[in-house]
């Protein structure tokens, strides 16, 4: 990628750096750019001060193609995106006729007179290309500034996307073409911590490779993506398919999506199209496991019901678990996990059950059974395994999350082997 | 507010960058900087790239005292957060000998050999302090970079948050002092949706005043943060004070929490204190309120089971809801939400049922039962209540979480009723 086509993100607004709200237009806009095929370097959030922002613009300006900025151009005084602009672009302001001319309309069409404050937003720094905004007041603008571009959109996400979408993008496209040779594929994993992935990735993971690879995990669950560069798309597009290849072969048993991101949505597609009926028998995620399978949409289809059996009594009463096995080997235990899970089974009459029981802590531990140690069960056509968790020391919600994402994959790596892919 | 006490945070992930997801950590680390009277000027996100992070480092530490980055602390070879604040301080990386043995230690514990790639973790620049990582396997540390210092910290926000907590902001606090004249309270408030809070609030949310009054909602749930600022820490706090009395007084049956700023945990906290046996039979939430009240640590002295009733024939067979109600009424009904908790009282035996019913989403929904219709029921003490919510298309897990902490605070509120606060 040439560096005229790297890209910089502003967003502006006391509100996001006091951290009252988030930034969520800044990774919309590196989405966008990114399928032009322009790299977005940097993201940077500024508050409403003018002199900060001016700099920032003419720095970014200087070594980026590409500056797009978001927010800071209401009605009111502490929004100072176009005076720093134009105080960057070393040019005055000026009010647009026509853009006055609209807003005094507007009000006019509610019967009330403009609020003179309202007249900043005809303004914009002289030279600069207006981009119209048909969601709002407040118009964006193009701005040149030390053989940067620096474009302003509202900071509104709906604002945002819709000038976005129908005036900068289109302008940048005829403008810069579209960029060649850079094209990604995500695959989504689970069953495998973070660094035993590192290990059987190896060298596919060094910085200099060619697809490069990113991996980022969320309590078991793997993302990865690989991002091939060449002269030309059909190059990219080459290296980027042989290396999916041989990252499919490699990972197969733990690649549960290249499109679903969330393991429990990509279960519940798998149960939906198995005809697969499911319930749940949760000790220590105490309603995590049934929650997680309730996200996907259409799973009543499956799921009937499930049973949070937080005590000894519940276990027994509900789930037909033997009081003496829990004596026997205590409530957190293989046996106890096996017994749930065939019991919810057996209530039930589904083919699929889930069980749980841990030490979520903080309380609870013992020396041999501390806090993170977590039995999950499964029950499926009668045949009934069990899986021992010894979890870190990660708190009692991570904890939970660990163990319920564990008991997902349990259930999906067995249905992967009841019915093989044959893809 | 001196130069002395400006602050920049970077976020450090490609996964931003590509706007795969959000950089939350920045705003909360502000937040809490707030606190102790320390301003940030900028947030800046910036991909694993090990050059640009450590030239960011050091322009970022010759102009601020107090730099936190977040993220890039992970095993695999794409964080590189360590190698480029080595880099911009100028010195090699080591090895801390007690780090490497603690997490050979952790992977003894479940019986396997630590991957090669985790021993990165125990590296850190040369003439740094270590900050042990309570949370997960990636310690922190501060380095001192061209006159500033820089906080790394692990990305993951559980982690983040234990690490900023318990071991960077006391030592900000120790090392730096706390700023003169700027204090702050929270309240956390349930049952009031944001923009009806803003007209009960009414001028006390206007921009000049002082305290200045900020307001962030998540799922009904309301934080609301008072800033006061003074020529002296005495003033400050009389100010902060004297508003803080009205606050209480105006807002008292909707206010939660002064500590706790989640609504499940605090709830829980009451229910242990009152001895409130209490259970949960769902549907449309399917097992997301039982996950709530079982993330407060000791809940299973009032919490001892529930049911997700998903289908009619659940309904009928565990809560003992007539199949009459549901066919006259529909399974979505103030009727069947009141059985539903009825029922579950009864079965258990608990003092307190909660119960949900409702459409999701995306399907299901009718013209008079449309996507985001919710009946919520509750049994205490023999009494059964219900209450309808009817929630804007705002998609499948929003509906439910709002569904779900409408319950909790359904429940909340008749506690309160129940024993008012004497204090």
Not at 199 to 211: I, K, Q, S, T, Y
Request: glycine residues 10%.
């Amino acid at each position: 990628m040439s560096e005229a086509r790297r890209a910089a993100v502003v967003a502006v607004g006391d509100e996001l750096l006091r951290g009252d709200c988030v930034d969520s237009n800044s990774g919309e806009i590196a989405r966008r750019l990114a399928q032009l095929g322009i790299e977005v370097e940097q993201f940077l959030v500024l508050g409403d001060d003018r002199r900060l922002l001016a700099k920032a613009f003419a720095e970014l300006c200087s070594a980026h193609a590409i500056v797009i900025a978001t927010g800071g151009l209401g009605p009111t005084l502490d929004d100072v995106t176009r005076e720093a602009a134009a105080d960057a672009a070393r040019v005055p302001l000026e009010t647009d006729a026509t853009v006055l001319a609209e807003l005094e309309a507007r009000w006019q069409a509610r019967g009330q007179p403009m609020p003179a404050s309202n007249a900043r937003q005809a303004q914009r720094p002289a030279g600069s290309q207006l981009m119209p905004n048909a969601r709002g007041t407040a118009p964006g603008f193009r701005a040149w500034i030390e053989g940067g571009m620096l474009a302003a959109l509202p900071g509104p996400p709906g604002e945002m996307r819709h000038m976005l979408e129908s005036e900068l993008l289109p302008w940048i496209e005829r403008t810069c073409g579209r960029g060649e040779g850079l094209v990604s594929q995500s695959f989504f994993l689970a069953g495998l911590a973070e660094s035993a992935f590192a290990d059987r990735a190896g060298d596919w993971m060094e910085r200099g490779a060619n697809p490069r690879m990113g991996v980022t995990a969320h309590f078991g669950v793997l993302r990865v993506t690989l991002r091939a560069k060449a002269e030309t798309q059909r190059g990219a597009s080459d290296l980027l398919a042989a290396r999916c290849a041989e990252f499919r072969a490699r990972f197969a048993a733990e690649i549960f999506s290249e499109d679903e991101p969330r393991l429990e949505l990509a279960l519940g597609r798998t149960l939906l199209e198995g005809g697969w009926s499911v319930t749940t028998a949760e000790s220590c995620t105490g309603g995590l496991v049934a929650r997680l399978l309730t996200d996907a949409p259409g799973i009543s289809a499956v799921y009937r019901e499930g049973w949070v059996t937080y005590s000894d009594e519940a276990k027994v009463a509900r789930l037909g678990v033997p009081r003496e096995l829990i004596a026997a080997h205590g409530a957190v235990s293989g046996e106890v996990a096996a017994a749930m899970a065939a019991g919810a089974a057996r209530a039930s009459g589904a083919r699929a059950a889930l069980a749980t029981t841990g030490v979520a802590g903080p309380g609870g531990g013992t020396a041999t059974k501390p806090v993170g140690l977590v039995w999950l069960g499964l029950a499926l056509d009668g045949a009934v395994q069990t899986r021992e968790l010894r979890l870190a020391q990660v708190g009692r919600d991570s904890i939970r999350l660990y163990a319920a994402y564990a008991a997902l994959e349990l259930l999906r790596r067995a249905l992967q082997r009841a019915a093989p892919r044959t893809d």
